[in-house]
Nanobody, 124 residues
Framework: QVQLVESGGGLVQAGGSLRLSCAASGRTFSSYAMGWFRQAPGKEREFVATISWSGGSTYYADSVKGRFTISRDNAKNTVYLQMNSLKPEDTAVYYC?????????????????WGQGTQVTVSS
């Protein structure tokens, strides 16, 4: 079992920044890949970013590339999402997820555990 708890969401103006955190507990954190996804009202959950178990490999959705940075601290059992140059279209509930098979996938179905989500609202 893996428990994931996101934090750091909030309301920010367009062009601003936020840093999301996801604290993990349960299985050894460094044994699985992590991802961030988001879901806006009336839309499907979509991939944002993923990071390998070691942190050595990352991958981003085109919509956030160059603005968002995913990182992890295995000593603190935490994954982060630094979000800069935020846009109103980034408004969504953001979820972190754990992939125990280390695939660092972009697909929702390939993640085994999910956090409860944190709301990010970007005003124009």
């Amino acid at each position: 079992q893996v428990q994931l708890v996101e934090s750091g969401g909030g309301l920010v103006q367009a062009g601003g920044s936020l840093r999301l955190s996801c604290a993990a507990s349960g299985r050894t954190f460094s044994s699985y890949a992590m991802g961030w996804f988001r879901q806006a009202p009336g839309k499907e959950r979509e991939f944002v970013a993923t990071i390998s178990w070691s942190g050595g490999s990352t991958y981003y959705a085109d919509s956030v590339k160059g603005r968002f940075t995913i990182s992890r601290d295995n000593a603190k059992n935490t994954v982060y999402l630094q979000m800069n140059s935020l846009k109103p279209e980034d408004t969504a509930v953001y979820y972190c997820a754990a992939d125990l098979r280390k695939r660092a996938s972009t697909l929702v179905v390939e993640y085994d555990y999910w956090g409860q989500g944190t709301q990010v609202t970007v005003s124009s």
